[in-house]
């Protein structure tokens, strides 16, 4: 008998090898040292800005490789460290707050592997370095706020309904309101029930007082903490993007904690400032008899400047702040023209639509307010902060507004875009608790490369070594098949959207050689053993294969369950490594298990020999 492999099997591990390979190339090229430039809250990156910063950089005599225009943001790619640090300091001073000038690390890939999605391998925080802060979220706080909206929305419901009561008031997980008379108690009941299905209410009656009271069912109370801990990844994730931080982490953890890295940042202070920044919006309406462009202003008006710098004179009585907008999105009218649609919560509504009623026909502002850090410290240690106020979007009041209306006259669907993401990036739902933090300087995480790299490569040598003494030309045949085995794990990591390398995850890989080395000794033994029990070669090739699959399988199935429980259970870095265990696995059964036999199959299976080199 002869061992042969179908044509189709050679041009799949073949195929399979040279796809691993094309992803895993751009890792060769590394990362170019580069300064990000991005616009502050959300304006565009013109054709000028562009300029600017060239004219900044050869005016300082600053070398740079490349500048150019991507995704909205201005990226400088420099020679070397030092010229990073030079071109951001100069850049921050020249370009002013109006722009976010951040430390990057660009890709080095050329452009025909980016042509076809080939990128490097995303580094963890433990690689790179950076800060790392665990968040708790006070869902206390967020039930507390739950609660005081209902007791608003109760009393403004009532009132609109017509429905008298004497008191209403908080109580656990609640609200009680009380009726002079058991008539309009059963009215409000069979009202706030229709209205309310998913509050469970009981009445009462003690000493002539009816009441009823409402209480949060379990499954509304997991609702509001779910949303207050989403709602705060998404505002920190927002804040986040904003920095120009390459390759942010803002994930959950657990039910109410939130997992921050910052790849890069070595500024614990400044981060912790920002992600605890206060932001938010107020509502005015624009005084239209003043004139903007005189020094005198009336008397309960006050002059801003728009985001393009033109003065608006608004009226100081806010309408509504921020903390009532429970919703905001950017779609197109019926005109195709782009909007913002905004949702406020039923008190806001209410004040929204008492301010509005009389005022159609003219024009309402909204102005973002921001506290930023001057990087100045008050007596008491503590950082002084700049309020920041900006009108963003000046719109005229077509109709009555209400708990839901819309911003028309934006620009673009990428203004809209912006405007939609500043309304949701206003205060946080809940207070959060840095519980945790944690900072890994550069130089640590390319020590920990080092280190691992070492690892793998020393151990490598020892594994060559003694393959190729202790089973000659088959040794040889394993030594290849080990190469591939960590071509595939690379690119198989490099080609997965969000995957990243950590230190636990060079862990995986160099667990996984020995696990691939193991397959093949596994393989190798049972066709000596075959031989010597006087087999003929082809037979023992055969046999020696057959026999050792099912030993392969259950040892690396198990393990590979094991990686799925990491993977499901684990957060962070127990993550990375149950990621890279399981592509280790899933790659070693592939190359001992179909690669060495197609190599075996190809130079000895298909011809009679008498002897092994094994």
């Known amino acids: 008998m002869l061992n042969k492999y179908p044509l189709w099997k050679y041009l799949m591990v073949i195929a399979t090898i040279a796809i691993c390979l094309l992803y895993a190339t751009p890792n060769l090229y590394g990362e170019d040292p580069a300064v990000q430039v991005s616009a502050a809250r959300g304006a565009a990156i013109e054709v000028s800005t562009l300029d600017k910063v060239k004219a900044e950089l050869d005016k300082q005599d600053i070398s740079y490789k490349s500048v150019s225009l991507e995704q909205n943001q201005v990226l400088i790619r420099l020679t070397d460290s030092e010229q990073q640090l030079l071109a951001s300091e100069i850049l921050k001073e020249q370009l002013g707050q109006t722009f976010i000038v951040a430390l990057n690390l660009a890709p080095a890939t050329p452009e025909w592997l980016q042509a076809v999605g080939a990128g490097p391998l995303k580094l963890g925080l433990d690689l790179r370095g950076g800060v790392h802060f665990l968040l708790e979220v006070d869902m206390q706080e967020a039930l507390v706020k739950a609660q005081d909206q209902m007791l608003q929305d109760f009393r403004t419901d009532l009132r609109e309904e017509k429905l008298r009561y004497t008191a209403v008031r908080k109580d656990s997980n609640g609200v009680t309101v009380r009726f002079r008379d058991v008539e309009t108690r059963d009215k409000a009941e069979e009202f706030l029930k229709s209205k309310y299905p998913d509050l469970l209410l009981n009445d009462s009656e003690n000493n002539g007082q ?182 963003i979007n000046v719109a005229t009041i077509q109709a009555q507004l209400g708990r839901s209306f819309r911003i028309t006259g934006l620009d673009s669907g990428s203004e809209a875009k912006n405007l939609a993401l500043l309304l949701r990036a206003g205060a946080l739902v809940a207070p959060v608790q840095i519980v945790e933090e944690r900072t890994i300087g550069p130089s640590l995480g390319k020590q920990n490369i080092e280190n691992g790299l070492s690892a793998m490569i020393y151990g490598m040598i020892a594994i060559v070594i003694f393959m190729a003494i202790y089973y000659r030309k088959f040794g040889l045949v394993a030594n290849i098949a080990l190469s591939a085995n960590i071509i595939m794990i ?125």
């Open 210 to 391: 009816f009441s009823v009271s409402a209480k949060m069912t379990e499954a509304k109370l997991a609702e509001i903490k779910e949303y207050a801990l989403q709602q705060n990844i998404t505002i920190i994730r927002n804040r986040v993007n904003q920095l120009g931080v390459a390759e942010p982490l803002v994930q959950r953890q657990g039910a109410d904690r939130i997992v921050v890295e910052l790849p890069g940042v070595q500024d614990t202070a400044g981060a912790k400032e920002i992600l605890g920044a206060t932001a938010t919006l107020e509502f005015r309406l624009v005084d239209n008899k003043a004139d903007p462009y005189s020094s005198r202003v009336p008397a309960g008006s006050q002059k801003y400047t728009t985001r393009d710098g033109r003065p608006v004179v608004l009226k100081k009585q806010v309408i509504l702040t921020g903390n009532h907008i429970t919703g905001a999105t950017s779609s197109l009218d019926e005109f195709s023209r782009s909007q913002v649609n905004i949702d406020l919560d039923s008190q806001g509504g209410s004040k929204m639509s008492r301010a509005t009623k009389k005022a159609i026909g003219t024009s309402m502002a909204t102005v973002f307010i921001e506290y930023k850090p001057t990087g100045e410290k008050t007596a008491d240690g503590k950082s002084k902060l700049q309020k920041i106020e900006e009108v």
């Open 490 to 614: 690379i690119g198989i990591m490099s080609m997965i959207p969000g995957a990243t390398m950590t230190l636990p995850g060079i862990a995986g890989i160099v667990l996984t050689i020995g696990m691939a080395v193991d397959a093949n000794v596994l393989v190798f033994e049972r066709i000596r053993e075959e031989l010597k029990e006087g087999r003929s070669v082809q037979q023992a090739i055969h046999s020696g294969y057959d026999n050792a699959l099912s030993t392969i399988a259950d040892a690396n199935i198990t393990t590979l369950l094991t990686a799925i429980i990491l993977f499901a259970i684990g957060t962070g870095a127990i993550k990375g490594f149950a990621i890279t265990l399981a592509i280790g696995i899933a790659a070693s059964m592939f190359t001992s298990i179909i690669g060495t036999r197609a190599i075996v199959n190809f130079l000895w299976g298909n011809k009679k020999i008498d002897k092994l080199s094994i």
